[in-house]
C-alpha cells in the first residue's frame, strides 16, 4: 500500500520559512515525479512545485518563484518543500504527491497527472 505522510506545517509569521515533508512507503518513487499542491480556504487546490524523477528538474508556480525549493533526501523516499519568505496568501493546506507515471511536461501541473496523494498538512501565515 502506498502512503504518502506530510508533515512540517504550522502557524508562522510573514516573512518566515518552513519546511515541509512528505514521507513516502509502499513502493519506491526515486525515478518518480512528485509534486507539491495547495488548496487555500475556500479555492480550489493549485500547483505549488514538482520535481521530475529522470531527469531530475524542479518546476514551480510563478508565485513561489524564488522563494520555495523541492527536493529530495539522499535515500529518495522523502520530498521537502523549503518556503521561505512566507507571504499571507502561502496560508493553505499542502499536499504531496506522486505518480508511477512519466508525466509529459504539459501536464506536469495538473492533479490528475498524480496517482497518489497524502492528507495534508495546514500552514498557516499571519501577523
Known amino acids: 500500500q502506498v502512503v504518502l505522510v506530510e508533515s512540517g506545517g504550522g502557524l508562522v509569521q510573514p516573512g518566515a520559512s518552513l519546511r515541509l515533508s512528505c514521507v513516502t512507503s509502499?513502493?519506491?518513487?526515486?525515478?518518480?515525479?512528485i509534486a507539491w499542491f495547495r488548496q487555500a480556504p475556500g479555492k480550489e487546490r493549485e500547483f505549488v512545485a514538482a520535481?521530475?524523477?529522470?531527469?531530475?528538474?524542479?518546476h514551480y508556480a510563478d508565485s513561489v518563484k524564488g522563494r520555495f525549493t523541492i527536493s529530495r533526501d539522499n535515500t529518495k523516499t522523502t520530498v521537502y518543500l523549503q518556503m521561505n519568505d512566507l507571504y499571507v496568501e502561502d496560508t493553505a493546506v499542502y499536499y504531496c504527491?506522486?505518480?508511477?507515471?512519466?508525466?509529459?511536461?504539459?501536464?506536469?501541473?495538473?492533479?490528475?497527472?498524480?496517482?497518489?496523494w497524502g492528507q495534508g498538512t495546514p500552514v498557516t501565515v499571519s501577523a
Open positions: 520535481l521530475r524523477g529522470r531527469p531530475s528538474t524542479s
Open positions: 509502499g513502493r519506491s518513487f526515486t525515478n518518480s515525479d
Open positions: 504527491a506522486a505518480t508511477e507515471r512519466r508525466v509529459i511536461l504539459s501536464e506536469l501541473r495538473k492533479e490528475k497527472s498524480y496517482d497518489y
